[in-house]
Antibody, heavy 120, light 108 residues
Framework: QVQLVESGGGVVQPGRSLRLSCAAS????????MHWVRQAPGKGLEWVAV????????YYADSVKGRFTISRDNSRDTLFLQLNSLRAEDTAVYYC?????????????WGQGTLVTVSS | EIVMTQSPATLSVSPGERATLSCRAS??????VAWYQQKPGQAPRLLIY???IRATGIPARFSGSGSGTEFSLTISSLQSEDFAVYYC??????????FGGGTRVEIK
């Protein structure tokens, strides 16, 4: 079955960096767009970034543009999110989600999430 | 950026009753709306896309409607497992992809 497993979250000081990973299995990873979506504690959902199936196109939310970088390794079926210059407001659970085949801007399914806490 | 506004923030419903959740877009988005369900401690799950198409495995008691700027999600007869937070999302004009603030469906 389709599975997405995030890792790499933790507690980090403001201004530092972190790299999140999302290991995919159960589907042809290289055929799908992939997204990162985050959720601050007790808050709603915020789309963060998307990468096309081949990595040639990437788009970001304004709130993370210039600080976060999405990438993928199709040989390892893995999605990444590099988080630089972290701020307190980046504290959230970060989910990776697969874009739907016919509608890449839909999220289906989602991983279980990894918590990033930015605090001194 | 298209702003999605959901109402009400919280809906109190008795099991077996009908629930109707609303979502409004700040500009016309045709039928490019999806609905997600999120239970406590879990990741969201896709319920509806194209405003009215149920995703794979979603029970028939969930239905969506609307077009343009006004959309709704109806749960015809609430089951215990349906008490959760529901989010709408637009995918007509992006980036960015945007979500509504969510509606919590709680037991009355």
């Amino acid at each position: 079955q389709v599975q997405l497993v995030e890792s790499g979250g933790g507690v980090v000081q403001p201004g530092r960096s972190l790299r999140l990973s999302c290991a995919a299995s159960g589907f042809t990873f290289s055929s799908y767009a992939m997204h990162w979506v985050r959720q601050a504690p007790g808050k709603g959902l915020e789309w963060v970034a998307v990468i096309s199936y081949d990595g040639s196109n990437k788009y970001y939310a304004d709130s993370v543009k210039g600080r976060f970088t999405i990438s993928r390794d199709n040989s390892r079926d893995t999605l990444f999110l590099q988080l630089n210059s972290l701020r307190a407001e980046d504290t959230a659970v970060y989910y990776c989600a697969r874009g739907a085949k016919a509608f890449p801007a839909l999220f289906d399914p989602w991983g279980q999430g990894t918590l990033v806490t930015v605090s001194s | 950026e298209i702003v999605m506004t959901q109402s009400p923030a919280t809906l109190s419903v008795s099991p077996g009753e009908r629930a109707t959740l609303s979502c409004r877009a700040s500009q016309s988005i045709s039928n490019s709306v999806a609905w997600y369900q999120q239970k406590p401690g879990q990741a969201p799950r896709l319920l509806i896309y194209g405003a009215s198409i149920r995703a794979t495995g979603i029970p028939a008691r969930f239905s969506g409607s609307g077009s343009g700027t006004e959309f709704s999600l109806t749960i015809s007869s609430l089951q215990s497992e349906d008490f959760a937070v529901y989010y709408c999302q637009q995918y007509n004009k992006w980036p960015p992809l945007t979500f509504g603030g969510g509606t919590r469906v709680e037991i009355k």
